[in-house]
């Protein structure tokens, strides 16, 4: 019995850029809102950590560097362990943290977001090859 | 592009690269048209099997393990898809056409198969993992006795024991399950 050819490529691949564009498209829009959260929680313990430090007036004590050399040589080390006693360690900790995570995730992420990349690119090729046929 | 394997095809598919994609539809879709169109008896319900077949392969690109046979891998989605399509029109095909299909191939003979095969699948799940690897290694690696005492780095009597109980086993699960 002789079969009738048939030509599915163009179906199933019309299928799929629609599967892989919807797929990236969600896959890119986690990522850059959770790089944006993260960014913006850094920068907003980083922020209220100077807040802190501004109301206990802790930056007066670096007035101390506008001092003669002996001087700070004298005291720069009692400066250094009243401004670290003063420092908000709980929000320091979760601003590095923050960091740490935003790190991490660009780290971990690199090679499927170089994959995505790539997929994109070959859709955009997949689509103009189909539109010109 | 035409010339290279499809285990490298699929790994280019992994990395991103969709074209490779279209290679492999386009290398295999007439060979898989003819498989499922022996399935279900239908040309036209075959093109689309065939198209939920690839389209299905591709959202599950990233776990196909490239060692092992690309196309025994797209041919089990394939009946899978042909099954599920004979379970939906079955009742649909004239009585009188049943009688010129060869037995092996009748809808139901297909899914006691597929049916048995996952009831075994299953109970392997369930026993202890050191008697259905023993299993596995004796039924679907066709390894001797000898052989898995080697791999296994286990006497020939223990395997002998392991064997014993793991028939043991599926045959008690088998029977509970009826």
Do not use: C
């Amino acid at each position: 019995m002789s079969m009738k050819k048939i030509d599915v490529t163009h179906s199933v691949m019309d299928r799929v850029s629609r599967f892989e564009a919807r797929r990236s498209a969600r896959w890119l829009a986690v990522f850059w809102v959770t790089v944006l959260v993260l960014t913006g929680s850094i920068i907003a313990f980083f922020f209220r950590a100077f807040a802190i430090l501004s109301e206990r007036q802790t930056w007066d004590v670096l007035e101390i560097f506008y001092q003669d050399r002996e001087i700070i040589s004298e005291f720069w080390q009692d400066t250094a362990a009243v401004v670290i006693a003063e420092l908000p360690q709980k929000t320091l900790l979760l601003a590095v943290s923050a960091l740490v995570l935003l790190a991490a995730s660009w780290i971990i992420t690199r090679q499927r977001r170089r994959i995505v990349k790539r997929r994109l690119t070959e859709l955009a090729k997949w689509k103009k090859r189909s539109n010109n046929t | 592009m035409y010339q290279t394997s499809d285990e490298a095809l699929v790994r280019a598919v992994q990395e991103g690269d969709i074209s490779a994609f279209e290679v492999l539809v386009g290398r295999y879709q007439h060979k898989l048209h003819s498989f499922v169109t022996y399935l279900v008896h239908d040309p036209q319900a075959a093109q689309d099997v065939v198209q939920e077949s690839f389209i299905s392969l591709y959202k599950a690109i990233d776990s196909v393990d490239t060692a092992r046979k690309f196309s025994s891998y797209l041919y089990s989605i394939a009946r899978n898809f042909a099954i599920s399509y004979l379970r939906g029109h079955v009742s649909h095909a004239p009585l009188t056409e049943a009688e010129h299909i060869p037995a092996d191939t009748l809808p139901e003979a297909i899914l006691m198969e597929k049916d048995e095969r996952r009831r075994i699948e299953r109970a392997l799940d369930i026993i202890d993992k050191k008697y259905k690897k023993v299993i596995s290694l004796y039924y679907f690696d066709d390894m001797s006795y000898e052989e898995m005492s080697t791999r296994l780095h286990l006497p020939v009597n223990t395997i002998r024991t392991h064997m014993r109980r793991a028939k043991d086993a599926l045959r008690k699960i088998l029977a509970y399950e009826r």
